[in-house]
């Protein structure tokens, strides 16, 4: 069945892309999986597809930025599972581009208020619940290669994505000894919807995003999922507050 059997994961923002590829590795791995997200219909289909793994899954819709539907996110898996063992906070947005200068209040406040309050919401709320567990779990959250690095016109994406690093590191000194580990994972150029909106206002658009990579061609959603997976494995029981960057090579430079 897989090294999840019995175990019960949750992916934010898991309808598609990152997210959703991620939610079908769990699946694969035995897991039972929630997807949680806003996109009802994408979201009812990525959890027919994780059924189709042999496991349960069930979607539920959520709104990262707002405390009570992360709570309702949250309980929800209790009253059904009685436990939560891992979860990926991968829901994120790109949100406008434009330089500093040039950029709006409204969408800097969108931006961080899904990608880095929702992080840290629903962190917070499945850090609650592990602790009761006396097994712990892992949390891994989605950052980027702009958690790590400056990338010009999308300020508040970056600014959100390198808070992410910091959240994931404060946690993972808070409950290390406590059995639940938190790291992130960053990364590159993968071939998701969002980066297609991405590269649409990117000069040479793909070609120019394939000439960034060292490997020279873009990743694929599965090689996230394989690297969230791992960070929720017994094989990363020492690893924590890590910063994984998957990305061909790009911050290597």
Request: charged share 20%; aromatic share 6%.
């Given at each position: 069945?897989?090294?999840?059997?019995?175990?019960?994961?949750?992916?934010?923002?898991?309808?598609?892309?990152?997210?959703?590829?991620?939610?079908?590795?769990?699946?694969?791995?035995?897991?039972?999986?929630?997807?949680?997200?806003?996109?009802?219909?994408?979201?009812?289909?990525?959890?027919?597809?994780?059924?189709?793994?042999?496991?349960?899954?069930?979607?539920?819709?959520?709104?990262?930025?707002?405390?009570?539907?992360?709570?309702?996110?949250i309980a929800a898996i209790i009253a059904d599972q009685g436990r939560l063992d891992a979860a990926f906070n991968n829901a994120g947005i790109e949100g406008q581009q434009a330089s500093t200068g040039d950029s709006s209040t409204e969408?800097?406040?969108?931006?961080?208020?899904?990608?880095?309050?929702?992080?840290?919401?629903?962190?917070?709320?499945?850090?609650?619940?592990?602790?009761?567990?006396?097994?712990?779990?892992?949390?891994?959250?989605?950052?980027?290669?702009?958690?790590?690095?400056?990338?010009?016109?999308?300020?508040?994406?970056?600014?959100?994505?390198?808070?992410?690093?910091?959240?994931?590191?404060?946690a993972a000194l808070e409950y290390a000894q406590q059995d639940i580990r938190v790291n992130s994972v960053c990364p590159g150029a993968i071939s998701t919807p969002m980066l297609n909106r991405y590269m649409a206002g990117v000069p040479?658009?793909?070609?120019?995003?394939?000439?960034?990579?060292?490997?020279?061609?873009?990743?694929?959603?599965?090689?996230?999922?394989?690297?969230?997976?791992?960070?929720?494995?017994?094989?990363?029981?020492?690893?924590?507050?890590?910063?994984?960057?998957?990305?061909?090579?790009?911050?290597?430079?």
């Amino acid at each position: 069945m897989g090294t999840g059997e019995g175990k019960v994961a949750l992916v934010t923002g898991a309808s598609s892309g990152i997210g959703r590829a991620t939610a079908r590795a769990f699946a694969q791995n035995g897991y039972t999986i929630f997807i949680a997200d806003l996109q009802d219909e994408l979201g009812r289909d990525a959890a027919k597809e994780c059924e189709k793994e042999g496991v349960r899954a069930r979607f539920i819709r959520c709104d990262v930025t707002d405390e009570e539907s992360v709570r309702s996110l949250i309980a929800a898996i209790i009253a059904d599972q009685g436990r939560l063992d891992a979860a990926f906070n991968n829901a994120g947005i790109e949100g406008q581009q434009a330089s500093t200068g040039d950029s709006s209040t409204e969408n800097f406040d969108h931006v961080i208020a899904v990608n880095l309050r929702g992080v840290f919401l629903c962190m917070r709320e499945e850090i609650r619940q592990m602790l009761v567990q006396p097994y712990g779990g892992a949390i891994v959250n989605c950052s980027s290669v702009a958690g790590l690095i400056g990338l010009p016109n999308i300020p508040a994406y970056v600014a959100s994505k390198h808070g992410v690093i910091g959240l994931t590191r404060t946690a993972a000194l808070e409950y290390a000894q406590q059995d639940i580990r938190v790291n992130s994972v960053c990364p590159g150029a993968i071939s998701t919807p969002m980066l297609n909106r991405y590269m649409a206002g990117v000069p040479g658009g793909e070609e120019a995003m394939k000439a960034i990579e060292p490997v020279g061609r873009i990743g694929k959603p599965d090689e996230i999922a394989s690297a969230v997976l791992w960070l929720c494995s017994s094989g990363a029981s020492f690893t924590t507050g890590q910063a994984l960057a998957v990305d061909g090579g790009w911050t290597a430079k």
